[in-house]
Nanobody, 124 residues
């Protein structure tokens, strides 16, 4: 069964850092572009960052550009989201997702597989 499992969420003060991890159950995911999304209470799930299958191309939402970095480790079948200079408005459940194509995309409907989410809470 195809699975994406996130970890690394938690409670952090504003200005702090967290690194989220997303472990894929199959090496097949190394062929696909991956992404991170987030959903705050009462809001729609929104795009955060995406990375191409090779890791050579990345794309970020304006709200996180310069603060967050997406990367991937092909050996470990894992995608990471390094989050620095966190703000209270970054508080949300963060989801890892996989497309079935090689190129980056911010479109939620182009992601086929989703993890269960990990909570990130930033206190002021």
């Amino acid at each position: 069964q195809v699975q994406l499992v996130e970890s690394g969420g938690g409670l952090v003060q504003a200005g702090g850092s967290l690194r989220l991890s997303c472990a894929a159950s199959e090496r097949t995911f190394n062929n696909y572009a991956m992404g991170w999304f987030r959903q705050a209470p009462g809001k729609e799930r929104e795009f955060v960052a995406t990375i191409s299958w090779s890791g050579g191309s990345t794309y970020y939402a304006d709200s996180v550009k310069g603060r967050f970095t997406i990367s991937r480790d092909m050996v470990k079948n894992t995608v990471y989201l390094q989050m620095n200079s966190l703000k209270p408005e970054d508080t949300a459940v963060y989801y890892c997702a996989s497309t079935t194509t090689f190129r980056t995309t911010p479109r939620k409907d182009e992601y086929r597989y989703w993890g269960q989410g990990t909570q990130v809470t930033v206190s002021s």
